[in-house]
Nanobody, 125 residues
Framework: QVQLVESGGGLVHAGGSLRLTCVAS????????VGWFRQAPGKEREVVVS?????GNIYYPDGRFTIARDNSQNTVDLLMNNLKPEDAAVYYC?????????????????????WGQGTQVTVSS
């Protein structure tokens, strides 16, 4: 049984930084494309940053966010800098299916097979 458990969410002031961690069980993250998505109220779920299974491709539409995968711990972190009030959302750890292109970093929720329960990030102005 696959489980993805996020932690590290909370309240941060605008301009601050936050680190989210996702601990995986039931699968080995290094064999999969993984990513972080977010969803704000009334908006669609969107990718924040993702990395291919190979580790060679990273998709980061916003340079304030980076991803770090620790294969020894089977975790993947989201590092967020210079946070803005519009970054407030529920952040989700996400893992693609086994047959997802190993060289590709997922960009859409449709490319995700497993989801964490999400962790809330609130940014005060």
């Amino acid at each position: 049984q696959v489980q993805l458990v996020e932690s590290g969410g909370g309240l941060v002031h605008a301009g601050g930084s936050l680190r989210l961690t996702c601990v995986a069980s039931g699968l080995t993250l290094s064999n999969y494309a993984v990513g972080w998505f977010r969803q704000a109220p009334g908006k669609e779920r969107e990718v924040v940053v993702s990395i291919s299974g190979s580790g060679g491709n990273i998709y980061y539409p916003d340079g304030r966010f980076t991803i770090a995968r620790d294969n020894s711990q089977n975790t993947v972190d989201l590092l967020m800098n210079n946070l803005k009030p519009e970054d407030a959302a529920v952040y989700y750890c996400a893992v693609s299916a086994t047959n997802f292109n190993y060289m590709k970093a997922p960009r859409s929720p449709a490319e995700i097979r497993y989801w964490g329960q999400g962790t809330q990030v609130t940014v005060s102005s």
